[in-house]
């Protein structure tokens, strides 16, 4: 079975802050992504990446940044938290396709980080 | 941006009841997945449907593709209380260079035992 893990379930961080959240996965996938989401407004996607060391924006990449040094291990940087990026942080991995950077394969998700900036 | 709308936003049943969500999306696309995610934690994949598939069964979940009318419905058959949760469709839609998962809102289900 895959394992996605997250670092924490539940994390309180004061504004200006530099915060990080850790994501592995166990099966070797090439791709890895983070999203966060909040009611109202599902799931959208910060980054992703598709190999190590590559990263591509997502829908909403401000006041972010990620790392991606080995291949099951993702993280996501919050340079300097603010009060707007409360939120739940979902992180997802899938297999990629032989020869590309596709996602046509369903994504695995860790359990969420609920992040509370104060 | 959105891709997917679910239909109804909260839908609450009785146990062995079936419970209908519609998805409709706005561009073309590679595939339809579904996902559930309980309450405070994260998604579980349910079933992916192609864009040359019309329906697609596992276990008590059936799920329909109208890519004409770019919409799609997850049937849960005799539901449980278990199956309380949030429903998730995520469409991989065409020509976006990566391939990535576009979410819908969701629709809450309670069932009700």
């Known amino acids: 079975d895959v394992k996605v893990t997250q670092s924490s379930r539940y994390l309180v961080k004061r504004t200006g802050e530099k915060v990080f959240l850790e994501c592995v996965q166990d099966?070797?996938?090439?791709?890895m992504f983070w999203y966060r989401q909040d009611p109202g407004l599902g799931l959208r996607l910060i980054y992703f990446?598709?190999?190590?060391?590559?990263?591509e924006k997502g829908d909403i990449p401000e006041g972010y940044s990620v790392s991606r040094e080995k291949k099951e291990r993702f993280s996501l940087i919050l340079e300097s938290a603010s009060t707007n990026q409360t939120s739940m942080y979902l992180c997802?991995?899938?297999?990629?396709?032989?020869?590309?950077?596709?996602?046509?394969?369903?994504?695995?998700f860790g359990p969420g980080t609920r992040l509370t900036v104060l | 941006s959105q891709q997917g709308e679910e239909d109804p936003q909260a839908l609450s049943i009785q146990e062995g009841e079936n419970a209908t969500m519609n998805c409709s999306y706005k561009?073309?696309?590679?595939?339809l997945q579904w996902y559930r995610q309980n309450s405070g934690r994260g998604l579980v994949h349910l079933i992916l449907?192609?864009?040359?598939?019309r329906e697609k069964h596992s276990g008590r979940l059936r799920v329909t593709l109208d890519t004409s009318k770019k919409s799609s419905s997850l049937l849960i058959t005799a539901s449980r209380a278990a199956d309380t949760a949030s429903y998730f469709c995520?469409?991989?839609?065409?020509?976006?260079?990566?391939?990535?998962?576009?979410f819908g809102t969701g629709t809450r289900l309670l069932v009700s035992p």
């Open positions: 990446s598709y190999d190590v060391k590559m990263k």
């Open positions: 995520a469409t991989v839609p065409m020509n976006t260079g990566f391939q990535k998962l576009v």
């Open positions: 099966m070797d996938h090439e791709n």
């Open positions: 997802a991995s899938s297999a990629g396709l032989a020869g590309g950077f596709s996602s046509y394969n369903e994504q695995f």
């Open positions: 561009t073309s696309i590679n595939n």
């Open positions: 449907i192609r864009s040359n598939e």
